[in-house]
């Protein structure tokens, strides 16, 4: 049985000033997106300059926090929002949902592709392989803050958070970050090596991402204001994590029955 190491939150600080570990998380996972969008830039058939990739990621990153924060808001405390509208504007307080900011990244690359009247279904093969990464960087920065803890256990890897209670538990943060960052990363990257039909790379990410969530869900406890959404098993991850298992299947039926044929702008 092993012991949560008790981690400082707080990564630097310097007088009144506190640099948090989950924050320096967030720059990593960017600062990575943007280096793996530069190399991906020099090695594949699309054509970015460093000024459109740091558009792009600027775009993708204000979808992502806009869209997290939204999405924990009205998909895991609702009921904290209708007593309290003005919680949604407090971020310091904490809340962030990953199919939240999916869904903000989606609408923002939209919006950048508008604007820049470039192929939108490419561009979101572009980013696909970026995002693992990040989510690898988020999971770590979750398992530091000591949150999103698994369900007790009695697996000889088990945890104790002693800020939880006593005892053992999946560290599920570490099981996320292993699927959802290295696993996933490494086979959309390697995927994307070599000209796949436009959307398959998206369609790939999405599925795989789903599936991975939905089933480490099993050894996550649920969310605390929500329990159990349906069967005494099904929790709000699953739930969110279906329709990307879903889309991300429909991709790629698209994808190779259209022969990359598909485009959207």
Same mark, same amino acid.
């Given at each position: 049985m092993l012991t949560y190491p008790n981690i400082d939150p707080v990564a630097i600080a310097i007088g009144p000033l506190e640099i948090h570990w989950y924050g320096l998380m967030y720059i990593l996972a960017f600062g990575g997106a943007w280096a793996l969008a530069t190399y991906r830039a020099k090695h594949g058939p699309q &054509?970015?300059?460093?000024? &459109?990739?740091?558009?792009l990621v600027f775009y993708g990153a204000m979808g992502a926090v806009i869209g997290g924060r939204f999405?924990?808001?009205?998909?895991?405390? #609702?009921?904290?929002? /209708? /007593?309290?509208?003005?919680? !949604? !504007?407090?971020?310091?307080? $904490? $809340?962030?949902?990953?199919?939240? $900011?999916?869904?903000?990244?989606? =609408?923002? !690359?939209?919006?950048?592709? +508008?604007?820049?009247? +470039?192929?939108?279904?490419?561009?979101?093969?572009?980013?696909?392989? %970026?995002?693992? #990464?990040g989510l690898g960087a988020g999971r770590l920065g979750n398992f530091i803050g000591g949150e999103l803890w698994g369900r007790p256990t009695d697996v000889a890897w088990g945890m104790v958070f002693p800020h939880v209670d006593q005892q053992a538990r999946h560290p599920s943060q570490l099981y996320e970050f292993a699927l959802e960052g290295? =696993?996933? #990363?490494?086979?959309?990257?390697?995927?994307?090596?070599?000209? +796949?039909?436009?959307?398959a790379v998206s369609g790939l990410f999405a599925v795989g991402y789903g599936s991975f969530r939905f089933f480490i869900e099993f050894f996550r406890q649920p969310d605390e204001q929500l329990g159990f959404?349906?069967?005494?098993? %099904?929790?709000? $991850? &699953?739930?969110?994590? !279906?329709?990307?298992?879903?889309?991300?299947?429909?991709?790629?039926?698209?994808?190779? +029955?259209?022969?990359?044929?598909?485009?959207?702008?």
């Open positions: &054509q970015w300059n460093a000024e &459109q990739i740091s558009d999405g924990a808001v009205f998909f895991y405390n #609702f009921d904290r929002f /209708a /007593a309290d509208p003005l919680w !949604l !504007l407090r971020v310091w307080e $904490g $809340g962030m949902s990953f199919h939240g $900011g999916f869904l903000g990244v989606m =609408v923002a !690359l939209w919006w950048y592709c +508008r604007r820049t009247n +470039r192929d939108y279904l490419s561009t979101l093969d572009f980013i696909a392989p %970026l995002a693992p #990464f290295v =696993v996933l #990363f490494t086979v959309v990257w390697l995927f994307s090596a070599k000209p +796949r039909p436009r959307l959404i349906a069967f005494e098993w %099904l929790t709000m $991850g &699953q739930l969110l994590s !279906l329709p990307m298992i879903i889309a991300g299947a429909t991709f790629l039926l698209l994808a190779y +029955r259209n022969d990359g044929k598909l485009s959207l702008r």
